[in-house]
């Protein structure tokens, strides 16, 4: 049996661990514009917003001609202000009879997948503030949906796109990506047959394919929609002071441990524009 001391004794390893998992399991590291600002003073940052530039802000002047033109391309910014705390709480007695090995394993694992489990909800939470959407609640989703978004999500800046979907838009066979085979025949067409070899398509029409399960259903939709997205990685910003900041504590009266782990970001659309809503019907 770990008594206290013993326990205590683990959290070195414990926090290395959690680091371990959050660096495999943090999929919305490569979907988002993630700027970490970990032992900086202040709980603001703020995103850089280029208000987009043209050909026709490009002013064409006689060499050595003075520009006197008042109009040019404006950058702005967007805050994101961490004002909240993301906390999780794991609770070991203190004379359990876990060896040392498992105590580490499953409290650094429910502590990263929890902490990356509520950063990617909050993530997908912000999709329907998109102002562009594609697709119905009603509707299937469709190759045309996803062509849309080449026209409809404006990309100067080539960071990667991707299409973002609940696993319930993704797989249903009649009104998901299957769907785009023959009627949902997966032996008809590249789709089906790369779904029956691997069970995932991870990329087409200029577009990388993320699976949320973060994603809700529609609230009062007995069609079974959800709202997916389709986006740059510049139109979501998340500020991060730390993802996991992990501290023990002793409870007395319940005798035992407690290991807190604390999150801390701020989630903000910034680029309205790289984004935009993808909602279609899918399998309960």
């Not at 998992?21 to 709980?43: A, C, H, P, R």
């Not at 709480?89 to 489990?117: C, D, H, N, W, Y």
């Not at 989703?141 to 100067?156: H, M, N, R």
């Not at 990388?208 to 809700?216: A, N, T």
Request: proline share 2%; glycine share 10%; charged share 20%.
């Amino acid at each position: 049996m770990l008594n206290p001391t013993a326990i205590e004794a683990l959290l070195p390893k414990i926090i290395a661990e959690t680091s371990y998992f959050l660096g495999k399991y943090n999929k919305m590291e490569n979907i988002v514009n993630l700027q970490d600002t970990w032992g900086v003073e202040g709980n603001t940052f703020t995103f850089p917003k280029i208000a987009g530039a043209n050909a026709t802000d490009v002013e064409v002047l006689d060499i050595g001609t003075d520009i006197t033109s008042d109009y040019g391309v404006s950058i702005t910014g967007v805050d994101a202000n961490i004002t909240q705390e993301n906390v999780m709480r794991v609770f070991i007695p203190k004379m359990t009879t876990m060896s040392k090995k498992s105590i580490i394993q499953i409290v650094s694992r429910v502590l990263a997948m929890g902490e990356l489990k509520k950063l990617e909800y909050d993530i997908v939470s912000l999709f329907p503030s998109f102002t562009t959407e594609i697709g119905t609640e009603t509707g299937a989703l469709t190759e045309a949906s996803i062509l849309q978004g080449q026209i409809k999500v404006d990309d100067d800046m080539d960071v990667g796109r991707m299409v973002i979907l609940s696993p319930y838009q993704y797989w249903d066979t009649t009104n998901g990506i299957a769907s785009f085979t023959t009627q949902g025949d997966l032996d008809s067409g590249y789709i089906g047959e790369e779904i029956k070899k691997t069970g995932f398509v991870a990329s087409g029409y200029g577009f990388d394919f993320i699976i949320s399960k973060q994603i809700p259903k529609v609230l009062d939709d007995e069609d079974y929609s959800y709202t997916g997205a389709i986006m740059s990685r510049s139109a979501i910003g998340v500020h991060t002071k730390k993802i996991a900041d992990i501290e023990l504590g002793s409870i007395a009266s319940q005798r035992g441990i407690e290991i807190i782990c604390t999150g801390r970001w701020k989630e903000a659309i910034i680029e309205q524009t790289e984004g935009a809503l993808l909602i279609s019907k899918g399998i309960a």
